[in-house]
């Protein structure tokens, strides 16, 4: 990429019933120049009011809407409209820390990566203290093995490692979704699709780990909580609820089928090989992590707090873990006066301060 030429990005949001959180995220998203597809299916058209409260900004923005739309076809529709060479996908309730997208195209020229998963934070706001998390610490370690196409697929499935909402090759998102779209009726609920969106990104590859903060989850509660409409209600069965189902049904065998024959195309390998590769190293892992109820939980070495009710920063330790408190008094770059390991620090650059501390200022004016 040549020197100040932009990034061939888009951004896709699929949103539903929360048009608040959707339109400040875009307004969010506005200080960038990166054009947006969003994929509604709320009850409503939210486009006038979009339109309205981001007609003074420069967004580039496709709106797209179909009430009620099942959760893979709106999708689907969106993805077809991005024509960028790459995409980044983000839920209405999160946020993309834009600033570093050109460092994940830059990596992904150098890689010719398919998938770059980055450092999620998980963010929260409690009487004016921002707190942040990191809860995908593991991906670094589960990431890897890229010399050998399933060595790199076993890896990444045992513990299976998160590829929802990252960065992404378009054309290898299209033909994931498209897979996922043509197996929707075998899913009842939302797990096996994780587990098919997940493989698939490691069975196209190459899959990366990237060591930069792409997205901030929010804390707003999962809208199968409490939305009632059918867009989202088809698709709350448990882990083992739609496994039992599947099963019952012979959908199971379907689904096993189809997530083989990709591979076999993907992997260049025959298609008994391949079934048994989707049974043995995608599947029976997952199982025997839901059996025991594992989840993929690594000790929080530190969280980071940022308030302008401190005077001064300090490092506080807990039971579980190490805070870091940062006052907002003093906006000023530096590192904490206690660091585990400087690799694993967050905010270890003076960037990816700045980039948190924007978010910051634009949370508490929003």
């Given at each position: ?103 994940f195209?830059?990596y ?9 998963c ?19 610490r ?11 196409k ?14 929802y ?13 498209k ?9 009842p ?35 199968r909580?409490?939305d ?40 260049g ?98």
């Amino acid at each position: 990429m040549m020197r100040n030429q932009k990034p061939d990005v888009t951004i896709l949001i699929p949103t539903h019933n929360r048009a608040n959180l959707l339109i400040r995220n875009l307004e969010w998203l506005s200080m960038s120049s990166y054009p947006i597809v969003i994929a509604d299916s709320s009850n409503h058209s939210n486009s006038e009011e979009i339109y309205k409260r981001l007609s003074n900004t420069r967004i580039k923005l496709k709106y797209l809407h179909s009430s009620n739309k099942d959760y893979y076809s709106k999708i689907s529709e969106a993805a077809e409209e991005v024509t960028s060479q790459y995409m980044v996908v983000c839920p209405d309730d999160d946020y993309i820390l834009w600033q570093n997208i050109e460092h994940f195209h830059s990596y992904a020229l150098e890689t010719n990566a398919s998938t770059i998963c980055g450092r999620d934070l998980k963010y929260s706001n409690k009487d004016n203290f921002h707190f942040f998390e990191e809860n995908s610490r593991y991906r670094r370690f589960c990431i890897r093995d890229h010399s050998s196409k399933i060595d790199h697929l076993t890896a990444g499935m045992n513990p299976i490692v998160c590829t929802y909402y990252q960065f992404y090759k378009t054309r290898t998102f299209k033909d994931i979704w498209k897979l996922a779209e043509e197996q929707k009726s075998s899913m009842p609920g939302n797990k096996f699709v994780e587990i098919l969106f997940r493989s698939a990104c490691f069975i196209n590859g190459p899959v990366y780990f990237y060591n930069m903060p792409l997205r901030i989850i929010g804390d707003e509660p999962p809208l199968r909580s409490h939305d009632s409409s059918t867009a989202i209600q088809k698709y709350t069965l448990n882990f083992w609820d739609e496994f039992q189902a599947m099963k019952a049904s012979g959908s199971l065998n379907i689904f096993i089928d189809a997530l083989a024959e990709y591979t076999s195309k993907h992997l260049g390998i025959k298609l008994n090989s391949s079934r048994i590769l989707v049974k043995d190293n995608i599947l029976k892992p997952m199982l025997e992590r839901m059996h025991i109820r594992h989840e993929i939980l690594w000790d929080q070495q530190y969280s980071v707090v940022f308030s302008n009710n401190f005077a001064k920063d300090n490092v506080k330790r807990l039971n579980s873990h190490i805070q870091v408190q940062y006052s907002l008094r003093n906006t000023s770059f530096r590192l904490p006066a206690f660091i585990i390991n400087l690799e694993d620090y967050i905010f270890r650059e003076k960037n990816q301060w700045k980039n948190i501390i924007d978010f910051i200022r634009y949370y508490e004016t929003t």
